[in-house]
């Protein structure tokens, strides 16, 4: 059986040479065959043979902390790339289409947004949640990150060549890359910890497919309108529990409840991808509650 997709994730705008003719027949024809690229005013082109259906880039955007929680799958303008689509979404797309039949296109839906299958990747919008300053000419959405750092199996170019059987690569994606800082794809730092550029591909390749196939759910966050009313609501809230209970062992005891009821709707709403202001709300509470404590106290 066939890798459905294989991934060169290493930088190369070097032609194969020309006493490797199979070689670079396989990379101009073959359409389980992505290389990476990178766009924009350092961007990086893949090398001559790669057709553009068979680019993916590989630019990222990190959060003002340097972790990188975010995916770009899509951009309007990818030059110097000749395809609009990451190249982990390339991949995962590969793979879609391999098992599931179709044609292999990359349907932007009729409201604009990416779809694999009945799957919709609906795109961070800005403000929104922890950002308020996003570039929203480019598709971007939450990584969902497996809790581990060992995505999938991990093999040597020499074990591959010398001793791995080729009937275990099966129906899975293949992605080739390298550890090594000099190739120009440094580490990543995660929430999970830091990640070497192919092992990042392979969280993204693994997110987008398990979000197809396995109904796993995207992280989604709401607007900054929304989540400015779940804070204001909560100190409401906290005005009210002061105001209505007088006496200090039953404000403590409604206090109580009332975090414990914002800590567990928080965290059910995180178990369906719901990503919500959770300490501004529990200050909110804290304060309004104090405020009005002390307002009929001396007022």
């Not at 400015?228 to 909560?234: A, D, I, R, S």
Request: proline share 7%; with cysteine.
């Amino acid at each position: 059986s066939q890798a459905t997709a294989i991934g060169l994730d290493v930088y190369r705008e070097q032609g194969v040479k020309s006493n490797y003719p199979t070689l670079a027949q396989l990379i101009r024809n073959s359409d389980r065959f992505v290389n990476i690229c990178r766009y924009g005013k350092s961007g990086i082109n893949p090398p001559p043979e790669v057709s553009p259906q068979s680019q993916g880039f590989s630019n990222i955007e990190l959060d003002e902390d340097n972790y990188l929680r975010r995916s770009i799958l899509a951009v309007e303008s990818p030059q110097p790339c000749q395809n609009p689509y990451s190249f982990s979404y390339q991949l995962a797309y590969r793979h879609f289409y391999q098992t599931h039949g179709g044609g292999l296109s990359f349907p932007i839906n009729e409201d604009g947004y990416v779809q694999m299958g009945k799957t919709i990747f609906y795109p961070l919008n800005s403000p929104m949640g922890g950002y308020q300053h996003l570039d929203d000419r480019s598709h971007q959405i939450l990584i969902n990150y497996r809790q581990t750092q060992n995505i999938a199996e991990t093999v040597s170019l020499n074990e591959f060549i010398s001793k791995y059987p080729v009937s275990k690569v099966g129906s899975r994606v293949v992605i080739i890359g390298t550890v090594d800082d000099s190739y120009g794809d440094p580490p990543k730092y995660t929430p999970i910890g830091i990640l070497s550029g192919v092992a990042l591909q392979a969280h993204l390749v693994s997110q987008l497919l398990s979000t197809v196939l396995d109904g796993r759910p995207l992280i989604w966050s709401w607007s900054f309108y929304s989540s400015t009313l779940w804070v204001w609501g909560w100190s409401l809230v906290g005005g009210i529990l002061a105001w209505k209970l007088p006496s200090r062992s039953l404000f403590l005891l409604g206090y109580g409840f009332g975090s414990i009821f914002l800590l567990g709707n928080t965290w059910i709403i995180w178990l369906f991808g719901g990503w919500i202001p959770l300490i501004p709300p529990l200050l909110a509470l804290g304060m309004s509650s104090g405020a009005m404590r002390l307002y009929r106290r001396y007022f």
